[in-house]
């Protein structure tokens, strides 16, 4: 359950774009390749585009080859929330942002240690935040 309550995470999705909207809230996926996250290498953080919480940082973030930002971990242990998905003919692992409940993506068992996940995330519900003195 997200930490917000209803009519706040109500009042956040107002002045969403649809297409985030679509992502976080229906759970859409965008195509791969598309977001300009992938070619991202600045230090920083990747915070929740619904809700600002940090859900992601540089320093678990790798190229994956898969077409979206991929993660090896999140940024903390409450950052994300998971639950199983069925849409496919296999089961797949969700992941939710915790504060607001906002869809991220899905986590794969195939990425590198120390964790051996992968986070692969849908860009677009990601907001970049540099370091300070990144440019």
């Given at each position: 359950?997200?930490?917000?309550?209803?009519?706040?995470?109500?009042?956040?999705?107002?002045?969403?774009?649809?297409?985030?909207?679509?992502?976080?809230?229906?759970?859409?996926?965008?195509?791969?390749?598309?977001?300009?996250?992938?070619?991202?290498?600045?230090?920083?953080?990747?915070?929740?585009?619904?809700?600002?919480?940090?859900?992601?940082?540089?320093?678990?973030?790798?190229?994956?080859?898969?077409?979206?930002?991929?993660?090896?971990?999140?940024?903390?242990?409450?950052?994300?929330?998971?639950?199983?998905?069925?849409?496919?003919?296999?089961?797949?692992?969700?992941?939710?942002?915790?504060?607001?409940?906002?869809?991220?993506?899905?986590?794969?068992?195939?990425?590198?240690?120390?964790?051996?996940?992968?986070?692969?995330?849908?860009?677009?519900?990601?907001?970049?935040h540099p370091n300070e003195g990144e440019?």
């Amino acid at each position: 359950m997200p930490r917000l309550s209803e009519d706040a995470i109500a009042k956040l999705r107002e002045g969403l774009p649809q297409d985030v909207e679509q992502i976080a809230f229906f759970e859409g996926t965008e195509a791969p390749g598309c977001s300009p996250l992938n070619a991202e290498k600045r230090d920083g953080t990747y915070n929740c585009a619904v809700c600002s919480e940090v859900l992601f940082t540089s320093a678990q973030k790798y190229e994956s080859g898969s077409g979206w930002p991929s993660f090896w971990a999140p940024a903390n242990d409450q950052a994300l929330e998971t639950k199983r998905d069925f849409k496919l003919i296999m089961p797949r692992t969700e992941f939710h942002c915790a504060n607001c409940g906002a869809h991220g993506g899905h986590v794969f068992n195939d990425g590198p240690e120390p964790t051996g996940l992968r986070y692969c995330v849908n860009g677009i519900v990601l907001d970049f935040h540099p370091n300070e003195g990144e440019h």
